[in-house]
């Protein structure tokens, strides 16, 4: 490797420690819900896009990206999911078993 192609290869490094990480979701076909497809660095969120066109759709493999800068996202906490995920019985409008749905509706 040249010196030239090294000093290349540390600003690379240097840029991607000071950019922020970017969460990438890609719809693969319009009525299908996004996806997460990975992770890039980017300063910002049209770079983000055109990177993770670049990486994530280079076989049109989507009709749609998203870019979330991670520190944007929230998580839940995996021991919590009982509290956070267990149906509440006593708001039955939360459940929708009283009404029937149309044959033409789909992914639902």
Do not use: C
């Given at each position: 490797?040249?010196?030239?192609?090294?000093?290349?290869?540390?600003?690379?490094?240097?840029?991607?420690?000071?950019?922020?990480?970017?969460?990438?979701?890609?719809?693969?076909?319009?009525?299908?819900?996004?996806?997460?497809?990975?992770?890039?660095h980017?300063?910002?969120?049209?770079?983000?896009?055109?990177?993770?066109?670049?990486?994530?759709?280079?076989?049109?493999?989507?009709?749609?990206?998203?870019?979330?800068?991670?520190?944007n996202?929230?998580?839940?906490?995996?021991?919590?999911?009982?509290?956070?995920?267990?149906?509440?019985?006593?708001?039955?409008?939360?459940?929708?078993?009283?009404?029937?749905?149309?044959?033409?509706?789909?992914?639902?």
């Amino acid at each position: 490797m040249s010196e030239l192609q090294l000093r290349f290869q540390i600003q690379i490094q240097i840029h991607m420690k000071k950019w922020p990480l970017w969460e990438v979701f890609v719809r693969s076909k319009n009525g299908l819900e996004h996806r997460h497809f990975g992770s890039l660095h980017a300063a910002d969120a049209d770079m983000a896009l055109e990177n993770a066109r670049d990486v994530y759709t280079r076989r049109n493999e989507g009709v749609s990206i998203w870019v979330v800068e991670s520190k944007n996202i929230t998580a839940s906490n995996p021991e919590h999911n009982g509290e956070m995920f267990e149906p509440a019985q006593d708001k039955v409008y939360r459940h929708p078993t009283f009404y029937d749905l149309p044959d033409e509706v789909k992914h639902m």
